[in-house]
C-alpha cells in the first residue's frame, strides 16, 4: 500500500515561490506515474504536473507550463512541485497522487489509486 504525505504548503505574494513534496512509503513501481492536482474552493480537481518515475517524463497543464517544474528523487521516494511566479489564481489545495495510469489519462483524477492528504497554496494579490 502507497502511502503519500505532502507538505511545502503555506501563504506567499503574487510573484512568489513555493516548493511542493510529497514523501511515499510503501513500494513506487516503475510503471507508476506521480502526478499534482490542485482544488479551489467551489471547483472540480484539476491536473496540475505529472511526471513518470521510471524515466522521468514531464507533463504540464497549460496554466502552469514555464512557471512550475515537476521532479523525482528516487533513492528517496519523493516528487517536488516548483513553483514560481505564483498568481492568486493558483490558489488552491494541491494534492500528490500516484498510480500505474497510461498516458492518455494520467491528466484525469478518477484513475488515480494513492492520494495524500493535500497541502494548502495560498497566494495574495
Known amino acids: 500500500q502507497v502511502q503519500l504525505v505532502e507538505s511545502g504548503g503555506g501563504l506567499v505574494q503574487a510573484g512568489g515561490s513555493l516548493r511542493l513534496s510529497c514523501a511515499a512509503s510503501?513500494?513506487?513501481?516503475?510503471?507508476?506515474?506521480m502526478s499534482w492536482f490542485r482544488q479551489a474552493p467551489g471547483k472540480e480537481r484539476d491536473f496540475v504536473a505529472a511526471?513518470?518515475?521510471?524515466?522521468?517524463?514531464?507533463y504540464y497543464a497549460d496554466s502552469v507550463e514555464g512557471r512550475f517544474t515537476i521532479s523525482r528523487e528516487t533513492d528517496k521516494n519523493t516528487t517536488f512541485l516548483q513553483m514560481n511566479g505564483l498568481k492568486p489564481e493558483d490558489t488552491a489545495v494541491y494534492y500528490c497522487?500516484?498510480?500505474?495510469?497510461?498516458?492518455?489519462?494520467?491528466?484525469?483524477?478518477?484513475?488515480?489509486?494513492?492520494w495524500g492528504q493535500g497541502t494548502q497554496v495560498t497566494v495574495s494579490a
Open positions: 497522487a500516484a498510480a500505474a495510469v497510461i498516458a492518455s489519462r494520467r491528466r484525469l483524477p478518477d484513475n488515480y489509486d494513492h
Open positions: 510503501g513500494r513506487i513501481w516503475p510503471s507508476y506515474t
Open positions: 511526471i513518470t518515475w521510471y524515466d522521468g517524463d514531464e
